[in-house]
T-cell receptor, first 113, second 110 residues
Framework: NAGVTQTPKFRILKIGQSMTLQCTQDMNHNYMYWYRQDPGMGLKLIYYSVGAGITDKGEVPNGYNVSRSTTEDFPLRLELAAPSQTSVYFC????????????FGQGTRLTVV | KQEVTQIPAALSVPEGENLVLNCSFTDSAIYNLQWFRQDPGKGLTSLLLIQSSQREQTSGRLNASLDKSSGRSTLYIAASQPGDSATYLCAVSSGDKLTFGTGTRLAVRP
């Protein structure tokens, strides 16, 4: 099935631990995004990428890092997890064509304790 | 910087009513606008995509319109049902980013 795949679906981290959220898409989209959604809030952009080897910061990049070595993969790295990073994380992909939808992964629910 | 606003933040209506959700954006240089639905604790389901050159799109009981020059989109839901209860999000594609509004939380009462 074509789409965006995120892993894991759920994770509990202790303060100070690190982890990588995986995101893979098989639609050959150039653009990929990472968002976080806090309870009752909208989606805030963490990082985005316009193609392999190119990444840029969004609204809330502090505490996160990304890489884009291939078109398909866009992992999000959390270093030194903090309780403020407890959130639901969504990965998305698209192209810069007016007729191309943005596709989203199922989300990763992360709790930092 | 693109800013997207959705009004109202919450809406409660009796079953069967027609309703309109609003989305406004500050930069009219957009590629497209997409409406999503999100159920509690779930991911995003795409409802409609309107390209920048289009004025409206329809899918079943849903109709979305776009007025790019005034920076507005509306999502019209006809004959609302309890199953329509969810949060509705609009997202604007412009520049290199996809920017979301904060959503409208809809409750349809039986």
């Amino acid at each position: 099935n074509a789409g965006v795949t995120q892993t894991p679906k759920f994770r509990i981290l202790k303060i100070g631990q690190s982890m990588t959220l995986q995101c893979t898409q098989d639609m050959n989209h150039n653009y990929m995004y990472w968002y976080r959604q806090d309870p009752g809030m909208g989606l805030k952009l963490i990082y985005y990428s316009v193609g392999a080897g190119i990444t840029d910061k969004g609204e809330v990049p502090n505490g996160y890092n990304v890489s884009r070595s291939t078109t398909e993969d866009f992992p999000l790295r959390l270093e030194l997890a903090a309780p403020s990073q407890t959130s639901v994380y969504f990965c998305a992909s698209s192209n810069r064509d007016p007729d191309t939808e943005a596709f989203f992964g199922q989300g990763t629910r992360l709790t930092v304790v | 910087k693109q800013e997207v606003t959705q009004i109202p933040a919450a809406l409660s209506v009796p079953e069967g009513e027609n309703l309109v959700l609003n989305c406004s954006f500050t930069d009219s240089a957009i590629y497209n606008l997409q409406w999503f639905r999100q159920d509690p604790g779930k991911g995003l389901t795409s409802l409609l995509l309107i390209q920048s050159s289009q004025r409206e799109q329809t899918s079943g009981r849903l109709n979305a319109s776009l007025d790019k020059s005034s920076g507005r989109s509306t999502l019209y839901i006809a004959a609302s049902q309890p199953g329509d209860s969810a949060t509705y999000l609009c997202a604007v594609s412009s520049g290199d980013k996809l920017t979301f509004g904060t959503g409208t939380r809809l409750a349809v009462r039986p």
